[in-house]
């Protein structure tokens, strides 16, 4: 399983890079699905590392799990968790209770990534102080613009907005705030009138 | 004159009354200097312009203004997610409330008065019929918060930018009168983040250029320049958030009725920096006017239809009017004789 390729990045979306050991008191590591891989090379390069890990995998929505894998690495602290939702409390927690040289790690799909720099920032650390690998998916998170709800997982483009019902089509904007990209009525100008589905985001 | 006689009663919405007067079709801010239109970072000094000009004061209060102060009322209320400020964008806001009770009171004094005695203000708005005593810097003293209640008053959206590592983040705003885009989403980012959305222009250096040129912008020396789009009826809050809303209008344009209901959207964007917070602020000015009214002014007509013909389809796309565009090229070529026209964009007297 090999890093991810993206074609050319947009202006608001982040640019994610390789999972590196850094000296620190501790360890955050949150991956999902393909993730896992990259949490394996990073613990292959810093053995050292693995005592002071907190790991936190969530398996892929696209049906990846690599939890027994995870499981066996022997960081200090390991947690499966069905979903980013349920483990975020436990990951704030985290954040919240970090001391100076607290390092951060996020791999996986772009909405576990730009889930983790969120909260990281919202708990007081720069946006960069994150390190990011993408890994396995490029399934989406997308904000409706009309309702506010997000849709997790989204593969395809345009799709349903799973809160509000609206046809959506899959804007190239990117918010870190919200972990999200912009989605946007498709049929407003002409109710029904609907493109097929693509699988823009496999 | 009174207030009544000068200050429209009219509506942005619904049964859309919105009309401009002879006078407000004549100070139009036309935006096109030339008969064809590409980016560019196009600033200028916001110096005091031709008197009756929408450049005459540092802030143009024209004849719509209670009207469009009912109409952001309106929005608000529908929606107050329209109005955020991130929690270390509050200085910012008095700042800005000070530039505008300041330019009101100065501007206009026979609408608007600012008294002080130290950090006790008292601010009169009598087109708005607002009588307010309080504390500068004192939030608990006002009904909103300094931004949201200055911008209650004001013509026009207002962002609010914080500049830190070389780079400017929108981080405060009102935004009721946006040409589709959304603060609720922007709200938090960088400068070439929120503009991530315009085709063409980041490859033309264009963000680049105007990221350098506003980081070093100076208190006391504002600057301005246009924007522009197309909007079916006078309808301010084209926001994305109401879409669905008011997309289905742009079918029901016909030859007969593009001449009332085809608006030019012509935004006056000014930024100022602020002196205590050195955030800068982005009021964002819509002028709406029908191609009827327009079409008046022969300038006008004829450079109008060529832009519109010659655009680029992508921007045309951006902008939202593709698909009407064969209409409007139809219908404005009517008033295009093929003369040539002057420079620059005032009206020929």
Redesign the interface.
């Known amino acids: 399983m090999s890093k991810t390729d993206f074609g050319p990045s947009?202006?608001?979306?982040p640019v994610y890079g390789v999972l590196t050991p850094r000296p620190g008191s501790s360890h955050l590591i949150v991956a999902d699905g393909e993730g896992g891989a990259a949490v394996e090379a990073l613990f292959a390069q810093a053995p050292e590392m693995k005592a002071k890990a907190h790991l936190i995998y969530i398996p892929g929505a696209n049906g990846t799990d690599m939890s027994t894998a995870m499981a066996a690495l022997g960081a200090g602290q390991y947690n499966r968790a069905p979903t980013y939702a349920s483990v975020r409390s436990r990951i704030v927690k985290v954040l919240g209770d970090g001391h100076m040289g607290l390092q951060v790690y996020a791999t996986g799909t772009e909405s576990l990534m730009g889930q983790v720099q969120r909260d990281a920032m919202e708990a007081g650390l720069p946006h960069d102080a994150v390190q990011t690998e993408h890994r396995g998916s490029l399934a989406r998170r997308v904000?409706c613009?009309?309702c506010?709800g997000i849709t997790e997982n989204v593969t395809t483009d345009p799709f349903v907005c799973s809160h509000c019902g609206?046809n959506l089509f899959v804007?190239?904007?990117?918010?870190?705030?919200?972990a999200a990209f912009?989605g946007?009525?498709i049929d407003?100008?002409?109710?029904g009138e609907v493109p097929p589905a693509e699988e823009r985001f496999k | 004159m009174s207030l009544d006689d000068f200050f429209h009663d009219e509506t942005f919405f619904g049964d859309y009354t919105f009309k401009n007067s002879p006078r407000a079709i004549k100070r139009f801010p036309f935006p096109f200097p030339e008969d064809d239109y590409m980016y560019s970072v196009n600033m200028e000094p916001h110096v005091p312009g031709r008197p009756g000009s929408v450049f005459e004061h540092t802030f143009d209060v024209d004849e719509h203004y209670v009207a469009e102060m009912r109409d952001r009322a309106r929005v608000l209320r529908d929606d107050p997610l329209r109005c955020q400020s991130l929690p270390h964008m509050t200085l910012a806001g008095w700042d800005l409330l000070e530039l505008i009770m300041e330019s009101f009171a100065r501007d206009y004094p026979q609408w608007f008065s600012l008294t002080k005695n130290g950090n006790q203000w008292h601010w009169i708005n009598r087109p708005l019929n607002i009588d307010q005593k309080f504390t500068f810097l004192d939030e608990s003293t006002l009904p909103y918060g300094p931004m949201e209640y200055i911008t209650r008053q004001a013509q026009g959206d207002f962002t609010l930018q914080d500049q830190r590592n070389d780079n400017l983040w929108i981080e405060a705003g009102m935004v009721t009168t946006q040409a589709d885009w959304s603060l609720d989403f922007d709200i938090g980012m960088s400068f070439h983040e929120w503009h991530a959305p315009v085709p063409k222009a980041h490859e033309m250096g264009v963000f680049d250029r105007a990221l350098k040129f506003l980081l070093q912008l100076q208190h006391g020396a504002p600057v301005r320049r246009f924007n522009w789009t197309m909007t079916v009826d006078p309808l301010l809050d084209t926001s994305p958030e109401n879409y669905p809303k008011w997309g289905p209008g742009k079918t029901t344009l016909t030859k007969e009725n593009i001449g009332q209901r085809q608006h030019l959207r012509v935004e006056l964007q000014t930024l100022f920096r602020l002196p205590r917070s050195n955030a800068i602020a982005f009021p964002i000015r819509c002028y709406l006017c029908s191609f009827e009214d327009l079409v008046t002014q022969p300038k006008w007509a004829r450079r109008l239809h060529r832009v519109v013909r010659d655009l680029p389809d992508e921007l045309a796309t951006y902008k939202g009017f593709i698909r009407n565009r064969p209409l409007m090229v139809d219908y404005l070529s009517q008033f295009d004789d093929g003369a040539p026209t002057s420079p620059g964009w005032w009206p020929d007297e």
Do not use: G
């Open positions: 947009i202006k608001s979306r904000q613009v009309h506010k609206l804007r190239d904007h990117y918010s870190r705030r919200l912009q946007v009525n407003a100008e002409d109710p």
